[in-house]
């Protein structure tokens, strides 16, 4: 299986910070990286696909980049909307795995 | 757009089945532009894809799960279900089921519900 690390795992920042997380897989998924964005109570919601690609109606703040084992997604500037936990997840191989999970919290 | 209804007991006992149905609108489970997924959330965790449908026929499981997980297609009813055999506290998780033109990811997602295992 392939393995995603994400880190940090938690992180405080205040409106108008920008933010990176990262990602790293434990084996070359070329660009087959996906970020998602869950709120509490919430089903995850599909931000980027294919490391880069912003979805559909999400805000050009955010943005993706990277390929091969490290991936990053930014947030440019943090807005109140924003806090919420970041999962990665790889669709290069199956089974399809998710990183641990980034929390984003008020500072 | 896509809307997907998880629907299902909330409550498990210890060896027993869980059986969970994904009732899907605005898409055929049928239609070969779409696949079809469970994923699951552990209360206070992290994400883990339990296995995916295609084309009401095709099915792709989690090793880690793999004997022990169903997932099939009614056309009928334009629904998808999930059973897990043989649970236990750490299958007590959020269920969510998910869908996508792209395999392996998830665009659509319904709320999720809720199995708790226990007697």
């Known amino acids: 299986d392939i393995q995603m690390t994400q880190s940090p795992s938690s992180l405080s920042a205040s409106v108008g910070d920008r933010v990176t997380i990262t990602c790293r897989a434990s084996q070359s998924i070329s660009t087959y990286l996906n970020w998602y964005q869950q709120k509490a109570g919430k089903a995850p919601n599909l931000l980027i696909n294919a490391a880069s690609s912003l979805q559909s109606g999400v805000p050009s703040r955010f943005s993706g980049s990277g390929s091969g084992t490290d991936f990053t997604l930014t947030i440019s500037s943090l807005q109140p909307e924003d806090f919420a936990t970041y999962y990665c997840?790889?669709?290069?191989?199956?089974?399809?795995?998710f990183g641990g999970g980034t929390k984003v919290e008020v500072k | 757009q896509v809307q997907l209804q998880e629907s299902g007991p909330g409550l498990a006992k210890p060896s027993e089945t869980l059986s969970l149905t994904c009732t899907v609108s605005g898409g055929s489970i049928s239609s070969d532009s779409f696949y079809w997924g469970w994923i699951r959330q552990p209360p206070g965790k992290g994400l883990e894809w339990v296995g995916s449908i295609y084309n009401s026929g095709s099915t792709y499981y989690n090793p880690s799960m793999k004997s022990r997980v169903t997932i099939s297609g009614d056309t009928s009813k334009n629904q998808f279900s999930l059973q897990l055999t043989s649970v236990t506290a750490a299958d007590t998780a959020v269920y969510y089921c998910?869908?996508?033109?792209?395999?392996?990811?998830?665009?659509?997602w319904g709320q999720g519900t809720l199995v708790t295992v226990s007697s």
């Open positions: 998910a869908t996508s033109f792209n395999w392996g990811l998830f665009e659509y």
């Open positions: 997840q790889q669709t290069y191989s199956s089974p399809l795995t």
